[in-house]
């Protein structure tokens, strides 16, 4: 329960003035307990300053991050994980968590609902009838009684979109990652991977055990100089969309550097799969290169606005993933109503796509729309589109700004992007109307100019 | 012990990718490398143009490897901490001090680092005696005035210290991956040798005109 009763905000959020936060709480320190840093460091720590721990407890780095995270939170930590109190559409209720106050009627720009899936009626009812039918959960593993008839036939789904052979399901894109990785590749093989690769691909790599080798960001050159001198099984894992700064694999030339040098090649198209491409099989399809690559990730959360992960491929693949992905094997299989939902999504993706055309003409025109304002978007090709900050001290309060002047995106800092490689981080979708892309376009001129942001 | 405080023009700093295994062969036993991405451990390269300390005025070039710091009970945070496994100086005074206080491992002949500062950019230039043994180029960002804690760790086998250290002044830091590292072969530098370091810095840091202050080194 909120500690304070919610407020219902105006229709036109008026944002709060920064004298009407509340002043950080303070701990004394006993003589025996760590203490927080002094106030003024708040802002110059963060979360990786709390990786490590000391003493003979691991239990002993809990109050200094306590006492941190009690100043560091009012300074704009509050903002992650804020409680939606509407479906994610292209206008949404809030919850902000400082004053514990409804804002209402937002702009969204933070969900990853690109095709606007998620609240269809038709994919609705589909779960509905789902659940009614299979109950709210599978119950079991996939490999034992948590398989229904559902889960085949959105594996059956998924492969014929792909245009592949065969697909598996998990139940969450990073434990599909982790499945797939560490499932077929073991200590003292390589695997090289893009420096911007995303957490559960470095999680799957750890569990691997293999050698692992970053390449600069799109670097073919770079990956050459990786894979070169290794004589063994290789790897190589790359991202469609990079869901940081919205820019593309640089495909061709990669793919052309895996075959040169003898490596398998592995893409993760969470940010790209069912958007990208004539039949929206993502970006390897978009560069003509779908059966050039090997193994082909992708999630349920994003365009299709469930939930899960799969990994589609050739035949063989995907029995030889069936019996080693232990995150598959060991999890229960996802949820029949997700389920449902997904193989109505999935029609919907692959009968309107007209919903991609809408998706990109949104794109270009927020883009284009953010561009003649002087605001920095960075490289973004593609629906994600980072409005760069590069400043560590005050994403937060531009963030801040934002949402009370009615736009809600998503701050991102250190350590998620570089230090001072701060942003806020957009999401367009194909239900943003015209209009919702032009009044977002002038609040987040207005704001980034009040900061002092714009380009000149 | 009282304060030792060390007045500076220049602390150019860099951090770099290198191999874990190579981090942890620079170390002592006790000590991990900080992991900056799984199996990537973290070189730090610190050059100092020092302008006022007990021994004089001097140039410094640190090679380091980054570590957990040692959580204190009751204390300030540490912003990182480092093992320096390689110091070099331009005037012997000042290396018979930090081996006598610090116990910092030198290399016992005189180097000289070159500062360049221009249009935003810094240039560092180590040498000895003209022969190469490091370039390294990093840019500004947004500069403010700071004073960050940092943990230095030392050892005199069996013994093992820590020194608490701060740098007060003006400080930037970015992580646009725009500077540049050249290493040589020159004999600070074996320890580097296929230690696979990234030629470019993920992180510099730089600051001007300060203050440098060791705490009393503490036995850990």
Not at chain 1, 129 to 134: D, H, M, T, V
């Amino acid at each position: 329960m909120p500690s304070k009763p919610l407020r219902e905000g105006a229709s036109d959020p008026v944002r709060t003035p920064d004298s009407a936060l509340p002043a950080p709480e303070t701990k004394t320190a006993g003589d025996a307990k760590p203490v927080a840093p002094a106030p003024s460091a708040a802002n110059d720590l963060d979360y990786s300053n709390f990786f490590w721990g000391s003493g003979k407890d691991p239990f002993d780095i809990l109050d200094p991050f306590d006492d941190w995270f009690d100043e560091a939170r009012p300074q704009g930590y509050y903002l992650f994980g804020q409680p939606m109190s509407s479906t994610p559409k292209s206008r949404i209720d809030v919850v902000e968590q400082l004053h514990h106050e409804k804002l209402k009627n937002l702009i969204n720009l933070a969900s990853y609902n690109y095709l606007g899936l998620s609240y269809r009626p038709e994919v609705i009812e589909a779960a509905r009838e789902a659940i009614l039918k299979f109950g709210t959960g599978s119950s079991g593993s996939p490999i034992l009684s948590g398989t229904t008839e559902l889960h085949d036939e959105l594996q059956h789904r998924i492969a014929e979109f792909k245009d592949k052979e065969s697909c598996l399901v998990f139940p969450s894109g990073y434990s599909a990652n982790v499945g797939i990785i560490a499932g077929l590749m073991r200590s003292g093989d390589l695997i090289v991977t893009d420096q911007f690769a995303h957490a559960s691909i470095v999680d799957g790599i750890i569990l691997s055990k293999a050698q692992v080798r970053y390449f600069r960001h799109n670097n073919a050159a770079d990956l050459d100089r990786k894979l070169k001198d290794f004589n063994g099984r290789k790897l190589v894992i790359v991202e469609g969309v990079y869901s940081m700064d919205g820019d593309l694999a640089n495909l061709p030339e990669i793919v052309e550097v895996c075959q040169r040098n003898g490596a398998r090649i592995m893409i993760d198209e969470a940010h790209s799969a069912f958007l990208f491409g004539k039949n929206g099989r993502g970006v390897a399809e978009h560069f003509g290169l779908d059966d050039q690559i090997d193994i082909h990730f992708g999630t349920f959360s994003k365009t299709l606005g469930g939930q899960g992960g799969y990994v589609a491929g050739s035949r063989k693949l995907i029995r030889y993933l069936k019996g080693f992905a232990r995150s598959y094997v060991f999890s229960c299989a996802l949820s029949p109503g997700v389920v449902g939902g997904l193989i109505k999504a999935c029609e919907i993706a692959h009968d309107e796509p007209q919903l991609r055309d809408r998706l990109w003409e949104n794109t270009h025109l927020l883009q284009s729309l953010l561009r003649e304002r002087n605001v920095d978007i960075g490289d973004s090709k593609s629906q994600v589109i980072p409005i760069m900050i590069r400043d560590d001290d005050r994403v937060f309060k531009v963030a801040e700004d934002m949402i009370h002047s009615g736009v809600y995106l998503n701050p991102v800092r250190y350590p998620a992007v570089g230090k001072h490689r701060s942003r806020l981080r957009i999401s367009v979708t194909a239900s943003h109307t015209k209009e919702d892309l032009h009044a977002a376009a002038d609040i987040i001129a207005r704001v980034m100019d009040r900061h002092g942001f714009l380009c000149r | 012990m009282p304060l030792t405080k060390y007045g500076f023009k220049y602390a150019v700093s860099a951090f770099f990718e290198m191999s874990r295994d190579a981090a942890k062969r620079a170390i002592p036993a006790h000590l991990e490398p900080m992991e900056v991405k799984h199996s990537l451990g973290v070189f730090a390269l610190t050059a100092f143009d020092f302008t006022q300390s007990e021994v004089g005025s001097y140039e410094e070039l640190v090679l380091a490897v980054i570590t957990p710091p040692v959580l204190g009970v009751g204390g300030e945070f540490p912003r990182s901490a480092f093992f320096p496994f390689c110091v070099g100086t331009s005037t012997e005074a000042s290396r018979l001090h930090a081996i006598e206080r610090w116990h910092l491992p030198h290399y016992m002949s005189d180097i000289r680092v070159n500062f360049e500062e221009k249009d935003g950019k810094m240039t560092v230039h180590a040498h000895e005696k003209g022969r190469p043994i490091i370039d390294l180029e990093v840019s500004s960002h947004k500069w403010t005035k700071v004073n960050h804690l940092y943990q230095a760790f030392t050892v005199e086998p069996p013994q093992r210290f820590k020194a608490d250290i701060h740098m007060a002044g003006d400080f930037t830091e970015h992580e646009e991956e725009t500077g540049s590292l050249e290493i040589h072969p020159h004999p600070m530098c074996e320890p580097l040798l296929n230690a696979d370091v990234a030629s470019f810095p993920f992180r510099e840091l730089w600051m001007k005109d300060g203050v440098q202050t060791f705490q009393p080194l503490q036995t850990l």
